[in-house]
Structures are given as structure tokens and as C-alpha cells.
């Protein structure tokens, strides 16, 4: 409260003497003595001193004042230099930048004559944008041909598929059924064996008969002679010798018959087995069989894979754009013939650009990736922001066509440009005004 109440009177005590300042200028000035009739100067001189007064007054009053704002005003400028100075040593910033971007290269992958082009130079188009049409007959008719092949094959591999099976099957039974036959025959030769010696016992047996009925017919003889045994008895014993004799030679008509079927019995064997050797030749009939079908198959995915490639050529009778982008640079026009791998316009990606920023190697003593940069672009004046992604392996003028060799004796130092490939935020290029080529000015913060 003290000081308020001081404050108020100092101001009370100068507004009292600019009053008594302003009442002394108010004052006329008195004119000098006249010898003749005294008389008051004009109000219109009066008024002027007093304005003169006045515009000396203020005049002092600024020059006061801005000897008491001078020091402050150093104070600031001074502030502010440094200000400048601490900040600036926290960025680097180059004028040698542009956008860059990718350009591609829009050609044809078939040949054939244009129908249609559906673009014009520097129009945005969006991902998968029909571009160019060629003419689609040639290639329908190739795509139909395919598809028939196709179909023909396939029917054939079926059909040697199914032949594999069969083939299995049918000489896997003729190999089992030949072996059974020689199993068989092999039997039945032994069987034939005992039977011949089944048959020459029973000529040895008959032999032993027959030979014991001639002598009975011998001795009966002379008993019947004597009158000793009866004439039927004597007949009896001829009789039985008789039969004897013919027993002796049905057995051997027997062993010779007996003879005859081993032979037949070890033939009917050599037979079994060359059917069972015939048989075991089976097995590479099936393996012919195999190879056959998987010819077939074979032919079939030829087939497939030509159909899939006359799909593929029809479909790249529509030239599409890659990626959203503005075209440029257009040649392609109606009637054209066009080669594969012919140009036909240029597009420019403009959803996924970058900044390639030339620093002076000097500039990259604390400069690394990720480091926050703010980006203004000369066409625009809009300030984008991003972050350092890559510092170039080498400087640009290692990249150039004739790059410079220092040891040819006229070197001279020059302070080198290094690329560094700067991204943009990932929603700082919504409006995809940016173009490749646009000059801007980066500042990368380094501290």
C-alpha cells in the first residue's frame, strides 16, 4: 500500500509540473521596449513558439527514451544470436535435393496390333487400370487349341492308368499259374515214375508166374501121360500157363506205356516252365505299361502347361498399370504393332516416393539413420516431416559415368556430396501431390 500511495504522488507531483510548465509556456513573452508606443506580438507567433516548444519537448523526451532502450535492445539481439547459433548446430540442411520415386516402364509381354488405348499423358491411373488392349483373336484360337490337346491327352493317360492295373493283375495270374503247372507236371513226372515201376514189378511178377505155369504144364504133362492126374487137371495148368504168358505181356505193354507217360509227364514239365519263363516277362510288360502311362501324363502336363501359358497370353492382350501412378511419356497408339518387351508409356509410382538429399561431407559427422527431418518443398512451400532410412555407399560421383581418378596428377580437393535417401511419415503423402524431381530443402536434426 506504501508504495502505491508513493507511486500515486510521484505521478500527481508530475502531472503538477507539466501544468506549471505548460502555464509558463503559456505565459506571452514579453516583447523588448520600444522607445515609441509599446504594442503585444500577434497570437499567430504566440502559437507557434509554443508548438515549437512542444516538438522540442517530445523530441528530448525520445531521445531519452531510446537511450534507456538502447542496452535492452543489444540484450536481445544478442539473445537472439545465440539463440540462432545453439540452434542451428542441431540441424543440417542442404539445398542439393529432390524427389525421387520409380518409373516404370510399361511394355508388352506378346505381340500383336493395339485396339485401344485408354490413357493420355500425365493421367492418374489406379493398381490393375487397363492401359493398352491388343487385338485377342490370335490367342483365343491358340487358347482353344490348347484346350483340346489338353483334353486329348488327358483321356490317354487315363487310359494307360487304367492299362497298368490290368497288366499287373493279368501277369501276376499268369506267373502264379504257371508255376502251379510246373508244380504240376513236376507231380505228375513223379507219378509217372512210380507208375513205370509199379509196372515193371508187375512184368517181373508175371515173368515169375508164367515161368512157374510152364513148369507145371511140363510136369503135369508127363503125369497125364502116366494116367497119374486127370486130363482136366492137365488142361487147367495149360490154361493157366497161357495166361501167364499173356500177363507177361500186358505188363510189359504196361511198362512200356508207363515209359511213355514220364515222357509225356517230363514234356508236359519243359512246357510248364517255358510258360512260366513266358510268364516272368510279365513284370516288364507292366513296366511298359508304367512307361506308357507316365508318358501320358507327362504329355498331359505339356499339355497343361501350354494351355496355362495360352491363358497367360490372352490375358496380357490387357496391358494393366502395377501400381497407382500418373502416366507419362505415351507411344503406344491404335493400329500399332508391338514386339514384346516394347515400351509403350512410362509410369510414375507416386504413393511411394523419397527424398535424395546430397549432403557436403562435411554435414555427416553426427548424421545417422532414423534422425527426425523436416522437408519443404519448393513447388508448394509445404513442409513435410520424415527420417533419415540410408546414408549412400559412395559419393555421386562415384556413380558417374566417368568418375574422377586422382592419381593423373591434377588433383585438386573438392569437397565431396553423399546421397542420403530420406523417407517421408507414413501420412505425409496423403494428397500424392509430391512428383519425382520436385526441388526441397531438407533439415535433418543431428543433435
Known amino acids: 500500500m506504501a508504495a502505491t500511495q508513493d507511486k500515486s504522488l510521484e505521478t500527481i507531483e508530475e502531472q503538477n509540473r507539466s501544468t506549471d510548465s505548460g502555464a509558463r509556456r503559456l505565459q506571452p513573452v514579453e516583447a523588448p521596449a520600444r522607445t515609441s508606443s509599446p504594442q503585444a ?87 490393375g487400370q487397363v492401359l493398352v488392349e491388343i487385338d485377342p483373336r490370335d490367342y483365343q484360337v491358340a487358347l482353344d487349341r490348347a484346350n483340346a490337346e489338353l483334353a486329348d491327352s488327358q483321356a490317354q493317360a487315363a487310359a494307360a492308368n487304367y492299362n497298368v492295373p490290368i497288366t499287373s493283375v493279368a501277369t501276376k495270374s499268369q506267373i502264379e499259374s504257371a508255376e502251379a503247372d510246373v508244380k504240376n507236371t513236376q507231380s505228375a513226372v513223379a507219378a509217372a515214375h512210380k507208375n513205370l515201376d509199379a509196372a515193371r514189378a508187375k512184368v517181373q511178377a508175371a515173368i515169375g508166374n508164367n515161368v512157374k505155369a510152364q513148369n507145371d504144364v511140363q510136369r503135369y504133362k508127363g503125369l497125364v501121360e502116366r494116367d497119374v492126374i486127370s486130363k482136366q487137371q492137365y488142361d487147367a495148368a495149360v490154361a493157366t500157363a497161357q495166361s501167364t504168358a499173356a500177363d507177361v505181356q ?125 522437408i519443404k518443398v519448393d513447388a508448394s512451400g509445404r513442409e513435410y516431416k520424415g527420417k533419415v532410412l540410408a546414408i549412400g555407399g559412395a559419393s555421386g560421383s562415384r556413380f558417374s559415368l566417368f568418375p574422377p581418378e586422382n592419381a593423373t596428377g591434377n588433383y585438386v580437393k573438392v569437397v565431396q556430396r553423399i546421397p542420403v535417401r530420406i523417407v517421408l511419415d507414413a501420412d505425409q503423402n496423403k494428397d500424392h501431390s509430391l512428383r519425382p524431381g520436385m526441388s526441397v530443402e531438407p533439415s535433418v536434426k543431428v543433435r
Not at 512542444?54 to 527514451?65: G, I, L, M, S, Y
Not at 543489444?74 to 542439393?96: C, F, K, M, N, P
Not at 493400329?335 to 504413393?351: E, F, H, N, R
Open 250 to 374: 500186358g505188363s510189359q505193354d504196361a511198362v512200356i506205356a508207363a515209359q511213355e507217360g514220364v515222357t509225356q509227364a517230363e514234356a508236359r514239365v519243359v512246357q510248364a516252365q517255358a510258360n512260366l519263363r513266358n510268364a516272368g516277362t510279365g513284370p516288364r510288360q507292366v513296366s511298359v505299361t508304367q512307361a506308357r502311362a507316365t508318358s501320358a501324363q507327362s504329355t498331359a502336363a505339356k499339355n497343361r502347361a501350354e494351355l496355362e501359358q495360352a491363358q497367360l497370353n490372352l490375358q496380357y492382350t490387357k496391358i494393366t498399370a502395377p501400381s497407382h501412378g500418373v502416366v507419362g511419356h505415351r507411344t503406344a497408339e491404335v493400329g500399332q504393332y508391338v514386339q514384346p518387351g516394347q515400351a509403350l508409356m512410362s509410369l510414375v509410382d507416386i504413393d511411394n516416393v523419397w527424398v535424395t538429399a546430397n549432403f557436403k561431407e562435411t554435414q555427416l559427422h553426427h548424421m545417422q539413420p532414423g534422425q527426425p527431418v523436416e
Open 41 to 127: 506580438p500577434p497570437p499567430e507567433d504566440l502559437e507557434k513558439s509554443r508548438e515549437e516548444e512542444e516538438a522540442a519537448a517530445r523530441t528530448a523526451q525520445r531521445k531519452n527514451r531510446l537511450k534507456r532502450i538502447a542496452p535492452l535492445v543489444v540484450v536481445i539481439a544478442a539473445l537472439g544470436a545465440l539463440l540462432w547459433w545453439l540452434h542451428s548446430r542441431q540441424y543440417e540442411d542442404t539445398d542439393d535435393a529432390q524427389i525421387d520415386g520409380h518409373i516404370s516402364q510399361i511394355g508388352s509381354r506378346v505381340a500383336g496390333y493395339i485396339t485401344a488405348v485408354n490413357v493420355e499423358d500425365n493421367q492418374e491411373v489406379q493398381a
